[in-house]
């Protein structure tokens, strides 16, 4: 099993551009979420999804969107790149069960000029 | 909103025991620990659940005061491969939300 599965590990942006981080788990969990990491804030909840075609608001989704198709994958995109984004990014997922440990990806670094 | 963790850091010598805290202001169905090191993904280390009993394994154990909404983190005897950042992690409500929310973690040295 490959886990989680984040591309890309890195990615420079300029200000304005758009992307999208892959996220992807093979271990059949419903849950997954996205956090991005700064110094000093810890880890702060995106978006996250109960399942596919289920997804909510986390603590700092603007300039975030996200759809979940299937239970494997769980894309973020950026909108319109901020300097304010450049963070680590962090997919998760869960099974869908009272309180399951979170498996994390390796991150994406992105960083936005 | 994020819990709160105590202390923000943390620099032992190894065999000195450490304790950290997390204290939320919603009623918490459950809370999670996990470390982070350097430049890697934080890594689980256990939950506690309303209602369940203090858990641990070997030198790290936790305990949850649900009338209080705290639960505390218990390093033993640390060791060297001890060091990194400790996050809470909260859920609320009546659970399986999904949602968890980590606090700003603590960052933990052991020194030889």
């Known amino acids: 099993n490959a886990g989680v599965t984040q591309t890309p590990k890195f990615q420079v942006l300029k200000t304005g551009q758009s992307m999208t981080l892959q996220c992807a788990q093979d271990?059949?969990?419903?849950?997954m979420s996205w956090y991005r990491q700064d110094p000093g804030m810890g880890l702060r909840l995106i978006h996250y999804?109960?399942?596919?075609?289920?997804?909510d608001q986390g603590e700092v989704p603007n300039g975030y969107n996200v759809s979940r198709s299937t239970t494997e994958d769980f894309p973020l995109r950026l909108l319109s790149a901020a300097p304010s984004q450049t963070s680590v990014y962090f997919c998760?997922?869960?099974?869908?069960?009272?309180?399951?440990?979170?498996?994390f990806g390796d991150g994406t670094r992105l960083s936005i000029l | 909103q994020q819990p709160v963790q105590s202390p923000q850091a943390v620099i032992l010598r190894e065999g000195e025991d450490a304790v950290i805290n997390c204290s939320s202001s919603?009623?918490?169905?459950?809370v999670h620990w996990y470390r982070q090191k350097h430049g890697e993904a934080p890594v689980f280390l256990m939950i506690?659940?309303?209602?369940?009993e203090q858990k641990g394994h070997e030198k790290i154990s936790a305990s949850f005061n649900e009338k209080k909404q705290q639960s505390s983190l218990y390093l033993t005897a640390s060791q060297l491969s001890y060091s990194g950042t400790y996050f809470c992690?909260?859920?609320?409500?009546?659970?399986?939300?999904?949602?968890?929310?980590f606090g700003q973690g603590t960052t933990l040295q052991v020194k030889p």
């Open positions: 998760a997922s869960s099974y869908g069960r009272w309180s399951q440990p979170q498996h």
């Open positions: 506690l659940l309303k209602g369940g």
């Open positions: 271990m059949n969990h419903e849950y």
């Open positions: 999804s109960v399942g596919a075609g289920i997804t």
């Open positions: 919603k009623a918490l169905y459950s």
């Open positions: 992690g909260t859920e609320s409500g009546s659970g399986n939300t999904g949602k968890l929310i």
